[in-house]
C-alpha cells in the first residue's frame, strides 16, 4: 500500500511540473485585463482614479521557461480629481523569465518595452464643461514580478503586481479651451521619470491574465 502510495505521488509531482513547464518551440496567445482603482481624501475634498484596460499578447519560447513576443494596449481612465477621461493605445515588445514553484505554479519576471499614445479631455467637475485636452506619447521600459497556474497543460492564469521598476521619457501637448471649446493656448513639454511600485502598500494596480499554449513538446 505504502509502494503504491509513492508511485501515486511521484505521478502527481511529475504531471504537476509538466504543467508548469513551457518548452521550447511554445506559442502562447492571450491577453491581460489591467485593473486599477485609487482612492484619495485630502483635507478639503476626494476624489477617486479608475483605470481599466486590455492588453492583447502573441509570445514563442525560444528557450525552455523563456519567452519573447509582442503586445497590444488599450486602456480607459476616469478621474473624479480633474474630471478627466482618457483613451490610451499602444504596443511593445516583452520577455518572460518562467521560475517553475510545483504544483502547477511558476514564478514570473516579465520586462517590456513600448510606446503608447493617450488622449486626456479635462472637464470641470461642477458642470462637466470641456476646458482643456492633453496629448501625451510616451516611450517606457519596465520590470514586473508575478504568478502563472496552469489550469491544464495548455491553459494558464496568470496575476502580475505593480511594476518592479518603470522608466518612461513622456512628451506632452496642453491645449486650454475657451468657454466656446476653441484653443486658447498650447503648451508643450517632456518628462523623464522613473518609479517604481515596491511603496504601494495597498497594490493598487493588477494584471489578470489568460495564456492559451500551442505546439511545444
Not at 75 to 99: E, I, M, P, V
Amino acid at each position: 500500500m505504502k509502494q503504491l502510495l509513492s508511485v501515486l505521488l511521484v505521478l502527481y509531482l511529475c504531471t504537476t511540473a509538466s504543467l508548469a513547464q513551457i518548452s521550447k518551440g511554445t506559442l502562447l496567445v492571450g491577453g491581460n485585463l489591467d485593473l486599477t482603482k485609487s482612492n484619495y481624501s485630502p483635507a478639503l475634498d476626494s476624489f477617486s482614479y479608475k483605470q481599466i484596460g486590455i492588453t492583447p499578447a502573441i509570445g514563442f519560447a525560444y528557450s525552455d521557461n523563456r519567452v519573447w513576443g509582442i503586445s497590444l494596449q488599450y486602456a480607459y481612465t476616469d478621474s473624479r480629481y480633474d474630471g478627466g477621461k482618457s483613451n490610451t493605445y499602444g504596443a511593445g515588445l516583452f520577455l518572460r523569465q518562467y521560475k517553475p514553484l510545483g504544483h502547477g505554479f511558476n514564478l514570473l519576471f516579465h520586462e517590456s518595452a513600448g510606446i503608447s499614445y493617450t488622449k486626456l479631455d479635462i472637464s470641470n467637475r461642477s458642470d462637466n464643461i470641456k476646458t482643456g485636452i492633453n496629448k501625451t506619447t510616451v516611450f517606457n521600459v519596465a520590470a514586473a514580478l508575478g504568478i502563472t497556474y496552469a489550469l491544464t497543460p495548455r491553459w494558464q492564469l496568470e496575476l502580475l503586481l505593480n511594476n518592479l521598476l518603470r522608466l518612461y521619457f513622456a512628451s506632452d501637448k496642453d491645449a486650454v479651451l475657451n468657454t466656446d471649446g476653441s484653443t486658447a493656448y498650447t503648451v508643450k513639454s517632456n518628462r523623464y521619470q522613473i518609479n517604481t511600485g515596491l511603496n504601494d502598500s495597498n497594490l493598487g494596480s493588477l494584471s489578470f491574465g489568460v495564456k492559451f499554449l500551442l505546439g511545444g513538446k
